[in-house]
């Protein structure tokens, strides 16, 4: 069980059956393990609530949304209120420390995607989605392509379009397709 008041929000499954949960509330992370408890079942233990940075949580902050690389060797927690996107690294046995924080430019981050070596993410209230190149060590480019689009709360995988553009879904939420990584982040023409 997780402690009371942390507002669990999202949650990131590594292929080892951890659990990494990221609250709302208290910004931490949330280290689920998977403990066996009998013939084919299994609980899941909460083992340690880690800071999901090194310099605190400001005025404001609130997590939002996690997800993993495809190597699973790094998380990326993205943080409402400081516009901010915390990366993560992940040990051999499932622990995490905070690596890195990039300002992730316009406001609400609500959905990330690793496609690729690039991180995407999407900024409904700035009518936006952000790119970011990942390093080989997981960490975040500097600055992120800010790219104009209707209002994403989604980001999915790549399609055969050149161009992002917003897609209606039946419940009325906005999702963005985004292009191949490397149509994102072709140098805008001056």
Do not use: K
């Not at 992120?144 to 790549?158: E, F, K, M, Q, Y």
């Not at 897609?167 to 990584?181: F, H």
């Amino acid at each position: 069980m997780l402690p009371q008041g942390c507002g669990p929000r999202h949650f990131a499954r590594s292929s080892r059956g951890v659990v990494y949960v990221v609250t709302e509330y208290s910004l931490e992370l949330a280290l689920l393990y998977p403990v066996p408890r009998g013939p084919g079942r299994v609980a899941l233990e909460l083992q340690a609530m880690l800071p999901v940075s090194r310099r605190g949580v400001l005025a404001g902050d609130a997590g939002a949304e996690i997800c993993t690389d495809p190597d699973e060797r790094h998380l990326f927690v993205g943080v409402r209120g400081s516009n901010r996107i915390r990366t993560l690294e992940l040990g051999a046995d499932g622990s995490a420390t905070p690596l890195q924080e990039a300002n992730c430019g316009p406001s609400w981050r609500r959905h990330r995607r690793v496609e690729g070596r690039r991180l995407v993410v999407a900024l409904e209230r700035s009518s936006a989605i952000a790119c970011f190149d990942l390093t080989e060590s997981g960490r975040l480019s500097e600055t992120a392509r800010i790219l104009s689009i209707g209002s994403p709360t989604r980001v999915l995988p790549h399609c055969r379009e050149t161009r992002a553009r917003p897609a209606a879904r039946r419940d009325q939420s906005r999702v963005c397709t985004v292009p191949a990584a490397s149509t994102l982040m072709t140098p805008a023409r001056e």
